[in-house]
């Protein structure tokens, strides 16, 4: 294992950190400070509100949890995700794939440790235009795990590896 990607797996462990501890502050801000719960929504600017809602599914409400065994079931299930994209990080030799999935490693920890310690994840970005909604009511750590996910798409669809032009040279 060359130097540079033992660098590019400790950069993808401090961006995991850097995307869940900010994940958490954002919600922490919105529950205990601006009390979100409380108001159900903020409204920012003309295309984004802070809406509460809680989210006791995984994406768009799949896998939606209503008793406790299910909850926890569901947090064992997200942790070992979890644990499968950590370890095809540490695995993982490209620069930009080790970034994205540290980015969906990261969103993936914010929202375990949610629905552990809350019973749900907390959601609250609400971006819209007009009475339209692209995308559903989310939270930092939606948005990385997205974000994450379309780059190791859109690097395995559009981008192939340079193979090296010269024939095998017998050893």
Known sequence: MTDQIKKYRRIGMIVAFLIFAL???TK???IEIL???????????????????????VSMGFLTASTDFQRWALVTLTGLIGIAVWV???????????IALAMVLGGAMGNIVDRAR????????DLHVGD????????????CISIGVVILLGRALLIREKKDDKPDQPG
């Open 35 to 57: 009390h979100l719960p409380a108001k159900g929504q903020i409204e920012l600017i003309p295309f984004f509100n802070l809406t509460w809602a809680k989210n006791y599914g």
């Open 88 to 98: 095809w990080m540490y695995k993982e030799k490209a620069k930009w794939d080790i």
């Open 23 to 25: 994940d958490q502050a």
């Open 132 to 143: 339209f909604r692209p995308f559903l009511i989310f939270n930092v750590a939606d948005a």
């Open 118 to 125: 809350l019973g749900y994840v907390a959601d609250f970005a």
């Open 28 to 30: 922490f801000v919105v």
